[in-house]
């Protein structure tokens, strides 16, 4: 079975600096996603960005990047420039493709931004 | 154009009682999920639907049952409801096997309470 470690519990960044949030994953496969959603107080869920483990190339979406490093099956979230609307939770999460496409979600790290 | 709907957004139930959560997906998405985020957890897979059959199961109750109906919509039943099924009830929904594009689109979830 998969499973997605993230160690951070809590972090915490001034506005405007950056921020790396990390996770790790325990995978035998080697075609899958691996995901950063947000959820703010709403509760909803956001995608931040995604990768593709047959991908080499970083994954960036504006001010958010990734550094996707698959042998050692880790995949950290860099929020540059932070702004008071990424305080939220962000949860990391792996999908094996496979008949089914589930997501695998790391317990999730709280970000508070301070201004 | 309309993302993931589910209804309702809020339930109270007491405890005993049924509950039914409904989805409806993005439209030409053939695959649904369902997940159960209890109060500062990550989100745990409980079922998928690929082309209304079942395509996955994860740690979903005996108590709940699931189906997707022929529109694609989903629901998801829940019977004997106890205080510990209180939750956020998201579903998700994508292209299915073989096109899949890397992306599951969540609806804002259903918040089910049992008194």
């Known amino acids: 079975a998969q499973t997605v470690t993230q160690s951070q519990p809590e972090m915490s960044v001034q506005e405007a600096e950056t921020v790396t949030l990390s996770c790790t994953y325990d995978?035998?496969?080697?075609?899958?996603?691996l995901f950063w959603y947000k959820q703010p107080p709403s509760r909803q869920m956001i995608l931040v960005i995604r990768q593709e483990a047959y991908k080499q190339q970083n994954a960036t979406e504006n001010r958010f990047s990734v550094n996707f490093q698959k042998a050692a099956k880790s995949f950290s979230l860099k929020i540059s420039d932070s702004q008071l609307g990424d305080a939220a939770m962000y949860f990391c999460a792996f999908l094996r493709l496979t008949y089914g496409n589930k997501l695998v979600f790391g317990a999730g790290t709280i970000l508070r931004v301070k201004s | 154009a309309a993302g993931v709907i589910q209804s309702p957004r809020h339930l109270i139930k007491e405890k005993r009682e049924t509950a039914t959560l409904k989805c409806y997906p993005i439209s030409r998405h053939d695959t649904v999920y369902w997940y159960q985020q209890g109060p500062g957890q990550d989100p745990q897979f409980l079922i998928s639907?690929?082309?209304?059959?079942?395509?996955d199961k994860g740690s979903i109750p005996d108590r709940f049952s699931a189906q997707q109906f022929s529109d694609y919509h989903s629901e998801l039943n829940m019977s004997s409801l106890e205080l510990g099924d209180s939750a956020l009830y998201f579903c998700a929904s994508s292209k299915g096997q073989g096109v899949f594009t890397g992306e599951l689109f969540f609806g804002e979830g259903s918040r089910l309470t049992v008194l």
């Open positions: 639907f690929y082309e209304k059959m079942q395509s």
């Open positions: 995978t035998s496969e080697s075609d899958y996603y």
